[in-house]
């Protein structure tokens, strides 16, 4: 893990577009740090122009796709959002130093998932895991799912990942944040590609950058400049971002907020505090989640081939999808091993099969997610 004090004056010295400062930054730890295209703005030097003309490529390749995306969808008439990404660019001085490597998008509900994964189908993006399917008993809003899809592209040099999720992020294995309805009517828009893309709006993405940060085993350079760059719009509504994480089992930020401490001017970062403190103030706690049954729940297969016949089992489905764990979807149900049909427990999950466990035959692989 870098030190502190080294991110520091890193940070320090992208804020300040210190030159000489940023030239003595290591190519490999700016790049690492997800702030290469920063110091390449500031040090000419042909190494550094090198990652600049590499973040500027993978960046317009991503901009390109995320603009066909949101015209199919729009096309379609099925909504959606933009997370992080460009929805958080935007806040920053420059919009093209800040990069991301796939596109997240928001559904307001589980069910026009399978219609949205169609859609871009067409585009060229495939499904690439079995879907989670959750239903905590503790939220109304739900179930909550999430997917992960890939789209082959020859000027990349990987796929163009995309991460949809319904109706909010996920927390964990057993919970999501449900955002409120709110988001829809509060959404803004992003020029992408000459596209009109919808994106959280700003209180919105404080509540989910946040979020995202819990997912760190340390805070990057990048997201610190994300939180100085939010927290210097002055819009940030502490409050409400409170009220949002309040009840979620999310853990002090202390890293991000040492490396915020390295900060010239504490107040450009101070908006996470806040948060924090007025999230333990609400005195709202998070619900006690069943772990220790679910994982009493999955051992009850101790070998492979009883795992294999029990995920498949309908009332196994149902059984773990009722006790608010989560089961898998897999697309088509026409596989082999059978499993229960997916818009038994999911409305709109037509054409879909669900298994307890996100387990499959090599044929079935190739059979639900191509070869």
């Known amino acids: 893990m870098v030190e502190p004090a080294r991110q520091g004056d890193l940070l320090r010295a992208c804020l300040r577009g210190d030159a000489s400062a940023l030239a003595r930054a290591a190519p490999e730890f700016a790049v690492a740090e997800k702030v290469g295209a920063v110091v390449a703005r500031y040090v000419p030097s042909a190494s550094w122009q090198v990652v600049r003309a590499r973040d500027a490529a993978r960046l317009g390749v991503l901009h390109r796709e995320l603009g066909l995306m949101s015209a199919r969808l729009a096309a379609t008439g099925l909504p959606f959002l933009l997370l992080r990404g460009p929805g958080l660019a935007r806040y920053w001085p420059d919009v093209t130093s800040r990069p991301f490597g796939d ?27 079995p879907v989670p399917l959750l239903q905590p008993h503790h939220r109304e809003t739900g179930p909550w799912c999430g997917v992960a899809l890939n789209k082959d592209v020859a000027d990349l040099g990987h796929p163009v990942y995309v991460d ?126 069943p772990a220790q049954e679910y994982a009493r729940m999955q051992s009850r297969v101790t070998n492979e081939a009883d795992a294999y016949a029990w995920a498949v089992s309908g009332s196994a489905v149902h059984d773990t999808y009722n006790s608010g764990f989560p089961v898998y979807a897999f697309p088509g149900q026409n596989l082999p091993g059978g499993g229960l049909a997916a818009d038994e427990i999911a409305p709109g999950w037509h054409g879909w099969t669900a298994r307890a466990l996100p387990l499959a035959t090599e044929e079935e692989i190739t059979r639900a997610f191509g070869p």
Do not use: C, K
């Open 164 to 289: 949809v999720i319904a109706p909010g992020p996920g927390v964990s294995r057993l919970d999501f944040m449900p955002l409120q309805p709110s988001v829809w009517d509060q959404r803004t828009t992003i020029a992408v590609d000459g596209q009109g893309v919808p994106a959280l709006a700003l209180d919105d993405q404080a509540l989910v950058f946040l979020l995202e940060q819990q997912e760190r085993t340390a805070p990057l350079v990048r997201d610190a400049l994300d939180a100085v760059y939010l927290g210097r719009t002055g819009l940030v509504d502490v409050t409400r971002v409170a009220r949002g994480l309040a009840g979620l089992p999310v853990q002090p930020l202390a890293r991000l907020q040492t490396l915020l401490a390295e900060l010239e001017d504490p107040a450009d970062g101070r908006w996470v505090a806040e948060v924090e403190q007025a999230t333990v103030n609400s005195g709202v706690h998070p619900p006690v989640l």
């Open 103 to 129: 596109v997240d998008l928001l559904l307001p509900a589980a069910a026009s998932l399978p219609s949205v994964i169609a859609a871009l189908a067409e585009l060229g993006h495939r499904v690439v895991r």
